[in-house]
């Protein structure tokens, strides 16, 4: 068991030089989701407009012009 604890304790040391040493050119990935964030948002938003408004001309408007069509020619056949 002894040996397990030092490995440990080697293991922090070495840990702990490679985290100082900033000049090894080491990607920081601090505040990374908060600068990906806006992008994100934007191209959401984006897709959900598009979709909203294909949704709307495409299957709504679609659908209210062919009840319209249909009540019509109801009214014309009641006539």
Avoid: C
Avoid at 5 to 34: C, D, F, H, I, Y
Avoid at 55 to 78: E, G, P, T
């Amino acid at each position: 068991m002894p040996s397990a604890a030092t490995a440990v304790s080697s293991e922090k040391s070495s840990s702990s030089k490679v985290g100082s040493s900033s000049s090894t050119g080491r990607p920081s990935l601090k505040n990374l989701s908060r600068a990906r964030v806006p992008r994100a948002g934007i191209i959401g938003f984006s897709i959900a407009a598009v979709t909203a408004i294909s949704w709307k001309l495409f299957v709504a408007d679609r659908h209210k012009q062919n009840i319209s069509s249909f009540y019509k020619l109801v009214f014309l056949i009641i006539k």
